[in-house]
């Protein structure tokens, strides 16, 4: 069992930057690829990025290539996601999600993961 708790959400204007954590119980972090999901009012939750569990794989959604910069630190186990030039349409409740996975591959899909955050609101205003 893994418990994901996520932290650094908030209001920012666009133009900004927010740095998003996920911070993860159990001793074996590096087994688990990480990734970032996002859910807006009235959609369906969307593929962020993700991360190996080694760090050396990752992936990005076409949305967010550029801006957006997923890293952990398994010594911490954390995994972040650096958001800079926000944009309104950033606006959602983003949630760290984990699959246990030890190999060099990033996952993209959301039926992929068994473990969830309870999210963290990000807000960007225009």
């Known amino acids: 069992q893994v418990q994901l708790v996520e932290s650094g959400g908030g209001l920012v204007q666009a133009g900004g930057s927010l740095r998003l954590s996920c911070a993860a119980s159990?001793?074996?972090?590096?087994?688990?690829?990480m990734g970032w999901f996002r859910q807006a009012p009235g959609k369906e939750r969307r593929f962020v990025a993700a991360?190996?569990?080694?760090?050396?794989?990752?992936s990005y959604a076409g949305s967010v290539k550029g801006r957006f910069t997923i890293s952990r630190d398994n010594a911490k186990n954390s995994v972040y996601l650096q958001m800079n030039s926000l944009k309104p349409e950033d606006t959602a409740v983003y949630y760290c999600?984990?699959?246990?996975?030890?190999?060099?591959?990033?996952?993209?899909?959301?039926?992929?993961?068994?473990?969830w955050g309870q999210g963290t609101q990000v807000t960007v205003s225009s």
């Open positions: 159990g001793r074996t972090f590096s087994s688990y690829a």
């Open positions: 991360i190996s569990g080694s760090g050396v794989s990752t």
């Open positions: 999600a984990a699959v246990y996975y030890s190999g060099s591959y990033s996952f993209s899909s959301d039926y992929e993961y068994d473990y």
